[in-house]
T-cell receptor, first 114, second 113 residues
Framework: NAGVTQTPKFQVLKTGQSMTLQCAQD?????MSWYRQDPGMGLRLIHY???????DQGEVPNGYNVSRSTTEDFPLRLLSAAPSQTSVYFC?????????????FGSGTRLTVV | AQSVTQLGSHVSVSEGALVLLRCNYS??????LFWYVQYPNQGLQLLLK??????LVKGINGFEAEFKKSETSFHLTKPSAHMSDAAEYFC???????????FGKGTMLLVSP
């Protein structure tokens, strides 16, 4: 049981390049979400999904795309990287049922855009 | 959307002193509340959570927090700080129908000998 797996762990991009940050979970969780962490800003929600085929925008969605074709995977796409997207990205998932639950986080992807 | 306010971006304590990290939230529905800790260059580790039931919640490493609905607060405490407690702490509240979290901006805890 691997939990939430994020790849890659580190990435350097040039301005204008595109890339996909991968997030996979093996817990059959319905809910998945992407956050970015910047110094002094905490973690901010980029996009989230409540099930396969359903996605929605969070607080800071501009410049990012997501899709959820399977329960397990929730990739985050940067269409044209900008230096302002330099950040640490975390993916999280949680079970949609029950009242006593927690969120499982991946170990993060540190992205630098030069 | 919900919101979380953490009072103080940095808190300094001496080793052995009481740790108190403040968190206030706003929520239009019964909140689920969380505290996470992050050590340098690492991911998020869950310290404790409140979902339902007892309002005083005990977590790992000797930390505890009390949910006070009337004060919309969920402050984190530890009776005696250790050097190993130095880290950044985040308070979070459930959002978007409990499918996501809204985080505070974090409090860096500094522990001096």
């Amino acid at each position: 049981n691997a939990g939430v797996t994020q790849t890659p762990k580190f990435q350097v991009l040039k301005t204008g390049q595109s890339m996909t940050l991968q997030c996979a979970q093996d817990m059959n969780h319905e809910y998945m979400s992407w956050y970015r962490q910047d110094p002094g800003m905490g973690l901010r929600l980029i996009h989230y999904s409540v099930g396969a085929g359903i996605t929605d925008q969070g607080e800071v969605p501009n410049g990012y795309n997501v899709s959820r074709s399977t329960t397990e995977d929730f990739p985050l796409r940067l269409l044209s990287a900008a230096p302002s997207q330099t950040s640490v990205y975390f993916c999280a998932s949680r079970d949609g049922t029950g009242v006593d639950y927690g969120y499982t986080f991946g170990s993060g992807t540190r992205l630098t855009v030069v | 959307a919900q919101s979380v306010t953490q009072l103080g971006s940095h808190v300094s304590v001496s080793e052995g002193a009481l740790v108190l990290l403040r968190c206030n939230y706003s929520s239009s529905v019964p909140p689920y509340l969380f505290w996470y800790v992050q050590y340098p260059n690492q991911g998020l580790q869950l310290l404790l959570k409140y979902t339902t039931g007892a309002t005083l919640v005990k977590g790992i490493n000797g930390f505890e927090a009390e949910f006070k609905k009337s004060e919309t607060s969920f402050h984190l405490t530890k009776p005696s700080a250790h050097m190993s407690d130095a880290a950044e702490y985040f308070c979070a509240v459930s959002d978007q129908g409990y499918s996501t979290l809204t985080f505070g901006k974090g409090t860096m805890l500094l522990v001096s000998p």
